[in-house]
């Protein structure tokens, strides 16, 4: 078995590892740290928790251990993806490089800029930094790379799926062309195929397991659930989530709860402590001070679950989580290795449970071909429950159309009451839509009206016709006296009149009584025309006479 001792490290850095109490190299340590010790560039494939940070960070300390760092060139340079993963690489350096003279800055979104040009305005051994905040520094003319003879990417692949790839190309442009590269990645895309063909010079290619493989120590199982109704399904969603949590009972020390959107991990993070769980929130939207301080509470044993978006899926190197729970089933298929690589790390035994619904087959069937195994399936806590409660419900007694209430537009689907016959008008009573202001006018019961006068005529009528004389010959017939419409009305019977609207209606029946009570005008007669020459005759016949 191959020790520490026997990889040509510089002895200040095997006294560091002693002291952190390590003595047997992984696999993927064993393998990449010799040929990195050459000078030669490295192509290292291995899943998450298998040490991938030390074997670049011991050979690099070593390598450094000679020369001297000069203001705003830094000597090395290691990407990472995120700032969690920076971080944990800048403390792995502390840890091994502590008896050596050697300077590091970490380069970060989220720290002021002006602390971060004082390191560089110094000289750094070590730049660690995500590729964003590097390229701000350059942009700045704060920092050269002209300088840089090791390079390290860490976690290419992580960096291809959040579009850091044409940033990781200008950095690599920007750096000499003599520079050691050492490259690492758990899967190998084909666009990270085509960078390391492009940038790495005859590479040795290291892979200590196959890739996109999970750790046999980890067991396995998706819950399916499947929602009676789709907008619950969230809200059911968490309730297997605290089911799975409280069945796991004392062997669930600690945990990470991953969700693919950041705006659900705020909300599962809320409903774990609103049932009285012991939840912190962590995702790329928090202040940097805020989730440096939840993630060294989570490490620390201060916080026993925490709820994390991808952001927090590399670079977490916590030894001790017990369990992993997927909230949602990730997307992409090489995120599901990476999450449930947060537990089961350095030879411990650990779980991961993942909560799916039908929507979530297809992501299902593609993490299976990844991993090329098939995943136990559990069946659904909330199963047994849902199906009794359905039971036990009161059947519905439906309404006939007879026995359904009258309801009206306007009482905005309330029930009212019946409304009195007013002689023909649909729905009763006043007008629909008109409130207490109706005029008087439709108010009026047409109807009787046209019965009236459809009725034998009046006595005054009929001795008003017999009286009149007989036709003689040569004479126009008298015409027939019709009843007005008011008088056909005062026969009608009574409508009753709200007392609002009593006032307009008398004038207005006052008005038509009068009008019918008035003498008739007897009819003209039309004038004879006289043309100027009858007159002249008739003035010649009275001169002559």
């Known amino acids: 078995m191959t020790n520490f001792s026997d990889l040509e490290l510089d002895p200040k850095v095997l006294q560091a590892i002693s002291e952190a109490g390590y003595e047997t190299p992984t696999p993927i340590q064993a393998q990449a740290i010799p040929p990195a010790l050459q000078g030669r560039d490295v192509l290292g494939i291995a899943q998450t928790g298998t040490g991938k940070t030390a074997s670049f960070t011991l050979p690099m300390i070593t390598m450094l251990a000679k020369g001297r760092a000069r203001a705003r060139m830094p000597r ?3 990407l990472a993806p995120t700032r969690e993963l920076a971080a944990q690489v800048s403390e792995n350096f502390e840890t091994y490089a502590k008896h050596a003279k050697l300077s590091m800055a ?3 979104g989220g720290v002021s800029f002006k602390d971060q040009d004082r390191l560089i305005d110094r000289g750094v051994d070590v730049l660690i930094a995500t590729p964003g905040r590097l390229l701000d520094h350059f942009e ?6 002209t300088g840089v003879q090791i390079m390290v990417v860490d976690e290419a692949d992580r960096m291809l799926d959040m579009g850091f790839i044409p940033d990781i190309e200008r950095i690599f442009s920007l750096t000499p062309f003599t520079r050691q590269t050492l490259f690492f990645s758990a899967t190998m895309a084909p666009e990270i195929t085509r960078i390391t063909n492009t940038f790495l010079s005859n590479p040795v290619r290291v ?5 996109a493989t999970t750790s046999e120590t980890i067991i396995q199982a998706v819950c399916m659930h499947k929602p009676a109704r789709r907008d619950q399904t969230d809200k059911d969603k968490r309730e297997v989530l605290r089911r799975l949590i409280a069945d796991e009972g004392e062997a669930l020390t600690n945990g990470i709860i991953f969700c693919n959107r950041k705006r659900d991990v705020d909300i599962v993070a809320k409903s774990l402590k609103k049932h009285g769980l012991d939840a912190d929130p962590i995702h790329g939207d928090l202040d940097q001070s805020l989730r440096t301080k939840i993630l060294s509470g989570f490490r620390d044993g201060d916080l026993k679950l925490l709820v ?10 916590i030894p001790n989580v ?3 729970f997927n909230y949602d089933v990730p997307i992409h298929a090489e995120d599901y290795v990476h999450r449930i690589g947060r537990t089961g790390r350095a030879g411990r035994s650990g779980k991961a449970f993942t909560i799916a619904v039908p929507a979530d087959e297809k992501h299902l069937a593609k993490i299976e071909e990844l991993v090329k195994i098939e995943i136990p399936k559990i069946d659904s806590p909330l199963k047994t429950e849902a199906r009794p409660e359905k039971a036990k419900a009161a059947p519905v007694k439906e309404e006939t159309p007879k026995e359904k209430p009258a309801r009206s537009r306007s009482s905005g689907g309330k029930k009212s009451a019946p409304r009195e016959d007013n002689g023909g008008r649909r729905g009763g009573g006043r007008p629909t839509g008109l409130g207490d202001h109706v005029p008087a006018f439709l108010m009026r019961d047409f109807r009787s009206s046209i019965a009236a006068l459809s009725e034998p005529e009046t006595e005054a009528t009929t001795e008003t016709i017999e009286a009149a004389p007989a036709d003689e010959p040569g004479t126009k017939p008298a015409p027939k006296k019709r009843r007005s419409r008011a008088k056909a009305k005062s026969e009608s019977p009574a409508i009753e009149v709200p007392a609002e609207d009593q006032a307009p209606a008398q004038a207005e029946a006052s008005n038509t009584e009068t009008a019918s009570e008035a003498p008739e005008k007897p009819a003209r007669k039309p004038r004879k025309r006289v043309s100027a020459k009858a007159v002249i ?5 009275e001169d002559a006479a």
């Open 76 to 78: 090395s340079l290691v």
């Open 106 to 108: 970490l380069l970060i």
């Open 140 to 145: 700045r003319g704060k920092l050269m790379l």
């Open 207 to 211: 892979e200590v397991a196959r890739q």
């Open 308 to 317: 994390a978006s991808d952001v927090a899926a590399r670079g977490l190197d």
């Open 322 to 324: 017990s369990h992993v």
């Open 537 to 541: 005759e008739d003035t010649n016949g």
